[in-house]
């Protein structure tokens, strides 16, 4: 009687630990969706849920485009700081941490084009 029980606690608690996991689980999002990373994608988180552990996949022809994680002055001024996180791939890959995360594109007149994002992660 007692392995039975112990065996269904077991089980009980491999459940809420798969069901946990499920719930939790990583969303990827293509920023821009099929545009991707361009001209006039900064209201394209608007509507959007995103959560701490999500990944945007920033998308863009090579040397048309960067990436670059600045603050909320740079994303504003589309003046990143010196020493800023830059990404140049054209398939970058960014693991969003929890509260506001800015970007921008510093190529001349890109972020002023609105080739830049604001996202908040709860």
Same mark, same amino acid.
């Given at each position: 009687? *007692? ?9 009980? %608690? ?8 499920? %719930? =939790?689980?990583?969303? &990827?999002?293509? *920023? $821009?969706?099929?545009? $991707? ?9 608007? $509507? ?8 945007? *996949?920033?998308? !863009? &022809?090579? $040397? ?10 740079? !994303? %504003? ?5 010196? #020493? @800023?996180? =830059?990404?140049?791939? #054209?398939?970058?890959?960014? =693991?969003?941490?929890? #509260? =506001?995360? !800015?970007? %921008?594109? @510093?190529?001349? #007149?890109?972020? &002023? ?8 992660? @709860?």
């Amino acid at each position: 009687m *007692v392995g039975r029980s112990y065996i269904a606690a077991l089980a009980l %608690i491999c459940l809420c630990l798969f069901y946990h996991l499920e %719930i =939790t689980a990583a969303t &990827e999002f293509t *920023v $821009g969706d099929s545009a $991707g990373w361009s001209f006039n994608v900064q209201n394209w988180p608007n $509507g959007k849920s995103f959560k701490a552990g999500d990944v945007l *996949v920033f998308k !863009y &022809e090579q $040397g048309a485009h960067n990436v670059v994680v600045v603050d909320a002055e740079g !994303y %504003i001024s589309c003046k990143p700081k010196a #020493g @800023s996180k =830059t990404y140049t791939s #054209g398939n970058d890959n960014i =693991t969003l941490a929890a #509260g =506001t995360s !800015y970007f %921008i594109c @510093s190529f001349p #007149g890109h972020c &002023e084009a609105a080739v830049k994002i604001k996202v908040t992660a @709860s």
